[in-house]
């Protein structure tokens, strides 16, 4: 599975971006993506992510209601739509994909993106 990630950039806080990562290969019939990131010397983090099955999302606390994920199923992509940006939210972000209709949070994700750098300047 190939996974090809877009739409970072360089925004002021307050802004917005859409990021899009699209799935290719031996996807499967049914499975979850999602979005982590990495800002600099920290850890991987987990930041939102989407089923197959019956679409349920799901957010890290800081993101609820100014990040939102969404999912074309024929075209085999997941977006991120990020408003309200603060300086904190800078980081590469990553796009991630499990073999699984439904998104685990306790399971290592078995792909990942090449990552797109998101920029909020203050």
């Known amino acids: 599975v190939q996974l090809q990630a877009s739409g970072g950039g360089l925004v002021q806080t307050g802004g917005s971006l859409r990021l899009s990562c699209a799935a290719s290969g031996r996807t499967g019939s049914s499975f979850a993506m999602g979005w982590f990131r990495q800002a600099g010397g920290k850890e991987r983090e987990f930041v939102a992510a989407i089923s197959w099955i019956g679409g349920r999302t799901y957010y890290a606390d800081s993101v609820k209601g100014r990040f939102t994920i969404s999912r074309d199923n024929a075209e085999n992509t997941v977006s991120l739509q990020v408003n309200s940006l603060k300086p904190e939210d800078t980081a590469v972000y990553y796009c991630?994909?499990?073999?699984?209709?439904?998104?685990?949070?306790?399971?290592?994700?078995?792909?990942w993106g090449q990552g797109t750098l998101v920029t909020v300047s203050s």
């Open positions: 991630a994909f499990q073999y699984s209709g439904t998104w685990y949070q306790t399971r290592v994700p078995n792909y």
